[in-house]
């Protein structure tokens, strides 16, 4: 059966059985457009390539239900870009999926439980987050159950992942093979402290042995966030232990990551911060087996580091790692937000040339400027410009061209009205 009928079939279905037995029914849909030019965005841009440009889009219909103690909801997404099946096609590319898909239940006034394909997203969501900015955003197969009381959350979570419904063992690479948490947060009067266990279980297939193994590695760390009428700003501090799975073996890790985030509000329209990042790297002469790059793992990545996604978003892997020295002006008018960032990027570890030479650990500088119009409840614009002004040692971590204009420029509009909600008791 075409998926629009199923979608069709059970919107009609969820309408008698909110009216005929007394529960709560939300449908609300999103569409979001994004038109992207890029010429040196995630990489510089090499000598002869041209630049490109797109439009992606994201259509996502959801259904979210309540009844007494239980909550559920389903989210079907679509993702794609503008011409990537033809005018006359039959079928499209990507299909669609089930982006969210999970329900929960209140076992008493405190503790309540989740199951299913769900969003996990904590804090600045610098190692869990939704990564919306991502068409095709992010979401984890699990268990999460959760406590709240007062001012005091906590959250234990787990997984266990396999590629299907096998009869025996095969490696399964495609994520974690198993994952477990425990989020501890607090709320004081003008702050919020929150501390984070987590333990990612990756297979690997051990030739020598002929077995299948895991590497477990832990990301232990906290965040601490502050804000009164003037100032605000956040404190965040991680380490990662243990093992990580590399090919058809395993390697020690002992990575650190720290960020400091300092804001003042000058009147209600206008703020400025400054901050600074760092994760750990390897030095590219460095011979300990140990693996010290910290790697941020969920996190909404495309939100740190700069927008033009040249560290930590689906690269920068197990390198050098990065200083990130920042700033930030926002000002805020009626419908309109503008803000402007730089910045100024350092590797953590040294750097060596072809001819053994150390180069200098300056990476570039990069200038994100960026616009939001709430034209209404239900639709808003977003655009910016960005442009990188990299170094010599950029070019040998990324090749490419230095000396070349590296900008990356979108203009993005969502759409995410209510379609339906109805809410009937008995």
């Known amino acids: 059966m075409k998926i629009y009928k199923i979608v069709l079939i059970t919107i009609g279905f969820l309408m008698v059985t909110v009216d005929s037995i007394g529960q709560e029914l939300d449908v609300n849909l999103q569409i979001r457009p994004r038109f992207e030019y890029r010429n040196g965005f995630k990489e510089l841009m090499k000598d002869g390539a041209y630049p490109t440009s797109f439009i992606s889009n994201?259509?996502?219909?959801?259904?979210?239900?309540?009844?007494?103690?239980?909550?559920?909801?389903?989210?079907?997404?679509?993702?794609?870009?503008?011409?990537?099946?033809?005018?006359?096609?039959?079928?499209?590319?990507?299909?669609?999926?089930?982006?969210?898909?999970?329900?929960?239940?209140?076992?008493?006034?405190?503790?309540?439980?989740?199951?299913?394909?769900?969003?996990?997203?904590?804090?600045?969501q610098r190692i869990f987050g939704g990564l919306d900015w991502a068409q095709q955003g992010q979401s984890h197969d699990a268990l999460v159950v959760h406590y709240l009381k007062d001012k005091m959350k906590i959250d234990f979570g787990a997984a266990i992942s396999n590629g299907a419904e096998n009869l025996v063992e095969t490696a399964y690479t495609t994520?974690?093979?198993?994952?477990?948490?425990?989020?501890?947060?607090?709320?004081?009067?003008?702050?919020?402290?929150?501390?984070?266990a987590l333990n990612t279980g990756y297979q690997y297939e051990n030739t020598v042995d002929v077995t299948f193994e895991n590497a477990y590695m832990q990301t232990l760390g906290g965040f601490y966030k502050f804000q009164n009428t003037e100032w605000f700003g956040d404190l965040g501090a991680y380490a990662q232990t243990g093992e990580t799975a590399l090919g058809t073996s395993k390697e020690d890790i002992l990575a650190y990551n720290a960020a400091i985030n300092v804001g003042y509000k000058f009147n209600a329209n206008f703020k400025a911060e400054l901050?600074?990042?760092?994760?750990?790297?390897?030095?590219?002469?460095?011979?300990?087996?140990?693996?010290?790059?910290?790697?941020?793992?969920?996190?909404?990545?495309?939100?740190?580091?700069?927008?033009?996604?040249?560290?930590?978003?689906?690269?920068h892997?197990?390198?050098?790692?990065?200083?990130?020295?920042?700033?930030?002006?926002?000002?805020?008018?009626?419908?309109?937000?503008?803000?402007?960032?730089?910045?100024?990027?350092?590797?953590?570890?040294?750097?060596?040339?072809?001819?053994?030479?150390?180069?200098?650990?300056?990476?570039?500088?990069?200038?994100?400027l960026n616009c939001v119009y709430k034209m209404d409840k239900n639709i808003t614009?977003?655009?910016?410009?960005?442009?990188?002004?990299?170094?010599?040692?950029?070019?040998?971590?990324?090749?490419?061209?230095?000396?070349?204009?590296n900008t990356w420029a979108y203009i993005m509009v969502s759409f995410h009205p209510n379609i339906f909600s109805n809410k009937h008791t008995k």
């Open 58 to 124: 994201r259509s996502r219909l959801n259904f979210e239900f309540k009844q007494d103690k239980i909550k559920a909801k389903i989210d079907f997404q679509n993702v794609r870009v503008w011409g990537d099946i033809a005018t006359t096609g039959t079928s499209d590319k990507n299909g669609v999926m089930l982006f969210e898909s999970w329900f929960s239940y209140d076992l008493n006034s405190d503790w309540s439980a989740k199951v299913g394909r769900q969003i996990i997203s904590y804090d600045n």
């Open 175 to 196: 994520t974690y093979k198993n994952l477990q948490y425990v989020w501890f947060n607090k709320m004081f009067a003008n702050s919020s402290l929150s501390l984070l």
């Open 275 to 315: 901050g600074f990042e760092y994760l750990s790297g390897k030095a590219q002469d460095d011979t300990d087996s140990k693996m010290k790059s910290f790697t941020p793992l969920f996190g909404t990545n495309h939100g740190f580091n700069g927008f033009m996604d040249y560290f930590y978003v689906g690269n």
């Open 317 to 368: 892997k197990n390198t050098v790692g990065l200083k990130d020295f920042y700033g930030k002006l926002t000002y805020e008018k009626n419908k309109f937000q503008f803000a402007v960032a730089p910045h100024v990027f350092y590797s953590a570890a040294q750097i060596f040339n072809a001819n053994g030479d150390q180069e200098k650990s300056d990476l570039g500088t990069e200038i994100d």
């Open 381 to 405: 614009i977003t655009g910016g410009f960005s442009k990188m002004f990299g170094t010599t040692s950029l070019e040998l971590l990324k090749g490419g061209n230095k000396d070349n204009d």
